[in-house]
T-cell receptor
Framework: GAVVSQHPSWVICKSGTSVKIECRSL??????MFWYRQFPKQSLMLMAT?????????EQGVEKDKFLINHASLTLSTLTVTSAHPEDSSFYICSASKSTGGYEQYFGPGTRLTVT | DQQVKQNSPSLSVQEGRISILNCDYT??????FLWYKKYPAEGPTFLISISSIKDKNEDGRFTVFLNKSAKHLSLHIVPSQPGDSAVYFC????????????FGKGTRLSVIA
C-alpha cells in the first residue's frame, strides 16, 4: 500500500493565528512531498515541493514566509499557515512520492481550513 | 499557459456504458501520465498510469490510451458504474517522482443509474 494521512482533517481558526497541518506517509518513506491547494471547483494548485532535510521549493506567487514548510523526516512534512486571513481558507492537500522511485504520487485526504 | 488540458469540465454517462475522458498536453518533455480520481472533500486517488513508451495500459475496467504524436491521452471506463461518479484529473510528469506533477483542471463524471 501507499497511505498518506493528514492531520487535522478540518480546522477553524481566527484571523491572525497560525495553523499547522501535518502530512505523514504511513507505510513508505518519502524523500519528496508536495503541498497543494484547491479552491472550489478548481484544479489542484501546487504550492511547494518539500524535500527531506532541505528547504522547500515554492511556486511563483506563494509566500514562503506565510506558508512555512518543514520536512524533518522521511515520513513527515508540515505546513504552517502563519497569521492566517480569511482568504487563506481553502482545502490543502499533500502528496508524497516513494523514496524507492516511481512517478506516482500518493495523496492525503486533505485538510479543510476555515479562517474566521 | 496550461500544459495539461481537460477540455470537458463534465460528462454524463449511463450505467453500463463506456466513459471516455480526454486529456491533451503541450509539453513534449512529458514522459509519464497519470489519472487520478477525486471525491469531494477527499484527496485524489491514483487510478492508472502510462509511460510514453507505451500506447495502452489496462487495469480492470480502466484503460488509458496514449497518442504521442497528437499529444493526447484518454481514459476509458467500461462498464461505467455509479460509484465511478467523481472528478477525474489527468496529470503529467517530465521527470521522476521527485518532480511535481502537472494537473489538468479535471472532468466531473456522472454515471446515471
Amino acid at each position: 500500500g501507499a497511505v498518506v494521512s493528514q492531520h487535522p482533517s478540518w480546522v477553524i481558526c481566527k484571523s491572525g493565528t497560525s495553523v499547522k497541518i501535518e502530512c505523514r506517509s504511513l507505510d513508505f518513506q518519502a524523500t519528496t512531498m508536495f503541498w497543494y491547494r484547491q479552491f472550489p471547483k478548481q484544479s489542484l494548485m501546487l504550492m511547494a515541493t518539500s524535500n527531506e532535510g532541505s528547504k522547500a521549493t515554492y511556486e511563483q506567487g506563494v509566500e514562503k514566509d506565510k506558508f512555512l514548510i518543514n520536512h524533518a523526516s522521511l515520513t513527515l512534512s508540515t505546513l504552517t499557515v502563519t497569521s492566517a486571513h480569511p482568504e487563506d481558507s481553502s482545502f490543502y492537500i499533500c502528496s508524497a512520492s516513494k523514496s524507492t522511485g516511481g512517478y506516482e504520487q500518493y495523496f492525503g485526504p486533505g485538510t479543510r481550513l476555515t479562517v474566521t | 499557459d496550461q500544459q495539461v488540458k481537460q477540455n470537458s469540465p463534465s460528462l454524463s454517462v449511463q450505467e453500463g456504458r463506456i466513459s471516455i475522458l480526454n486529456c491533451d498536453y503541450t509539453n513534449s518533455m512529458f514522459d509519464y501520465f497519470l489519472w487520478y480520481k477525486k471525491y469531494p472533500a477527499e484527496g485524489p486517488t491514483f487510478l492508472i498510469s502510462i509511460s510514453s513508451i507505451k500506447d495502452k495500459n489496462e487495469d480492470g475496467r480502466f484503460t488509458v490510451f496514449l497518442n504521442k504524436s497528437a499529444k493526447h491521452l484518454s481514459l476509458h471506463i467500461v462498464p461505467s458504474q455509479p460509484g465511478d461518479s467523481a472528478v477525474y484529473f489527468c496529470a503529467a510528469s517530465a521527470g521522476s517522482g521527485n518532480t511535481p506533477l502537472v494537473f489538468g483542471k479535471g472532468t466531473r463524471l456522472s454515471v446515471i443509474a
